[in-house]
């Protein structure tokens, strides 16, 4: 009897599963519920519900970090635990935060707010209006997807307010302009969607006003626009606004303009970010830019006056200079001063330059450590109504988070610190690199015991997309399930990301995502010829662009690996531009409708790619149906078209969870232990 391959290479166009991508459909419903079942039935038990309910205390326990950001004089978190799934929006003072156990004012609770009103509330974003703080705008989401519904919220009062700004489900953001008026970005109306989803103008919408007669002050030019989008600037008076235009998803336009509209273009590389505080701007190129008879490199930043470079004058100072490892990660301004996060050979640095008058000066910012992750962002949601503190997160794999305070740029102050949550005796980091296929480098990080066994079960993963950046972290998860049961994690940073700067990310981008591939199937070999392990006890999970990843290594590497777990995956890449916010995605991987993409396109479109007859190892695909930026039928697809070659494929989705795991605690927790006991069974780490 003949095996249905469909789609392949050769017909791609000829895709029997086309019904999986109808999200509600009753015959696709029909579909997720069977697999579901069939999954929990082989997955579930006591042991599932015994890991399940352990890592769910650990997400909900009391003293895990409460991530805050300020407000005015205030510090807000949002908070979950088992008694608040959903989430306590709250608030305290910087005093009270300081304390062993702070008292906390609430302000919101979601999970009262669902059940008030029926809906699966989860709350997204919230935008304030500064300097008082007293206005909110929150962004409510039913099951964690990207599309929100906005209402207003009353900061001094704790409750919505009655006739206030209010919109519908719909992709986008908001600003205030004052306490009447918003600047809104919104995908909500008739002929305001881009193509990939997103707002395609900006609109004043005056209180009171019905949406339908908000006057549009920005639009794109671009048909083909991503998304439109603008910041208000209140480190000037009047407050400026800034509006960009996003061509793609790494090339923008850039106008400085007012609530009026967009004024001025600036005579900027599209691919740049430009980021402006007070007079002072600072951009950060992408490609190399030729300005007069000077020639600046690519992944330099450059600062400069705003007002000298808007009257055509290009005296730019650099104040970062990138090496062959050396590479920006992020930029903000705090108190004035341009904060650089960046990695040198994968260690963390942070520098601080405090532009005047008489130049710019440069100071590293004390205290903070080399051999560890450190994240460091602006403590005030608002430059203007703060005084220039950093947060500073810092972990390693062993190791739990801890926040700390930087104030006056000085040496850092433990502010509180996340527990230890797994017995990591015996373990040790390391840092190794694989050699991939055209000769180059691959490094990647290993946790595990100190002396290797030669058959350790070993869980990798990586990313390889978009330019992020990967850095170990102690993941509390991973520590408890995995490590502490005897088994090793490995992540890779394979190209595609950013660690190394633009080139390390343009060489695994369009046609370079094979390659991307190549290297994490290296590293795995790598572990091997190392006598780490054997192929056969290798697992490897990736989600998202990390979906493309698992599946290329099920169909062009079945042979490094034991097991693998696909999550909230794209996988089809001759519809990938169809479906939800695909088309977004164009520049980073192609355009499947363009005959000279979709030449690389097909090399890594695992969907296409899968052939009966082939020693792929069991899979499990897991995504929600409320992702609304990576369509569901992506691993819908996949699962049916495996399974119909008889290969051992399960299947997982969840009703709830956006593109992520989950949208409450318990929910993350069943995600990650459904898919670590499928990996651990078929690699032979001992879970019962």
Known sequence: MSIDDRPTLAAPDDDPYLWLEDIEGERALAFVAAQNQRTLAALGGAGFERDRDMLAA???????????????????????????????????????FRKAEPQ????????????????????????????????AMLALSRGGSDAVVLREFDLVAKRFVADGFTLSEAKGGVDWLDQDTLLLASAFGQGMATPSGYARTMRLWRRGEPIEAAKVIFAAENSQSVWV???????VTPARVWFTEGLDFFNHHLWLGDASGAGIKLDLPTDCWMTADGNFMAVKLRQPWTVGDVTHGADVVLGIRLSAFLDGVRDFVRVFEPGPRRALQGLCWAGGRLVLSILDELKPQSEVWTPSAQGWSCQRLPGLPELATVNVWPLDAYELTGNGDLLASIQDPLT??????????????????????????????????????????????????????????????????????????YNAALGKLWLE???????????????????????????????????????AADLVRRGVTVPKRIAAQGGSNGGILITNMLVRYPERFGALFCTIPLIDMRRYTKLLAGASWIAEY???????????????????????????????????????????????????????????????????????????????????????????????????
């Open 58 to 96: 650990i997400f909900d326990r009391s003293d895990n970090i409460p991530f805050v950001s300020r407000r005015g004089a205030l510090l807000y978190n949002l908070w979950k635990d088992a008694a608040h799934p959903r989430g306590l929006w709250r608030r305290t003072t910087l005093a009270e």
């Open 104 to 135: 906390w004012e609430e302000l919101l609770d979601l999970d009262r707010l669902a059940a008030d009103e029926g809906e699966d509330w989860a709350l997204n974003w919230v935008s304030t209006l500064p300097p008082a703080h007293e206005r």
């Open 229 to 235: 989008r603008a910041g208000i600037d209140r480190s």
């Open 400 to 473: 739990p988070p801890s926040l700390q305070l930087i104030d006056g740029f000085g040496a850092p102050a433990v502010l509180t610190q996340a527990p230890r949550t797994f017995t990591a005796e015996g373990c040790v980091v390391t840092r190794h690199e694989a050699i991939s296929v055209d000769g180059v480098g691959i490094p990647y990080t290993l946790t595990g015991p100190a002396r290797p066994t030669g058959d350790a079960p070993v869980y990798m993963s990586a990313y390889g997309g978009f330019g992020h950046s990967i850095r170990p972290v």
């Open 485 to 523: 049961r005897g088994g090793t994690v490995v992540e890779a940073n394979i190209r595609g990301g950013g660690e190394f700067g633009t080139a390390w990310h343009d060489a695994g981008r369009f046609a370079g995502k094979r390659l991307a591939h190549d290297d994490f199937a290296a590293v």
């Open 590 to 688: 192609g355009d499947p409708d363009k005959d000279e993409d979709w030449g690389w396109l097909q090399t890594y479109s695992a969907y296409h790619m899968a052939q009966p007859g082939q020693p792929y190892p069991p899979i499990l695909i897991a995504t929600t149906r409320r992702d609304d930026r990576v369509h569901p039928g992506h691993a819908r697809k996949m699962t049916a078209k495996l399974q119909a070659m008889g290969y051992d494929t399960s299947f997982y989705e969840p009703a709830a969870g956006g593109h992520g795991y989950g949208t409450d605690n318990r929910e993350r927790a069943s995600f990650i232990t459904l898919g670590t006991r499928f990996l651990a069974r078929h690699v032979g780490l001992e879970m019962d």
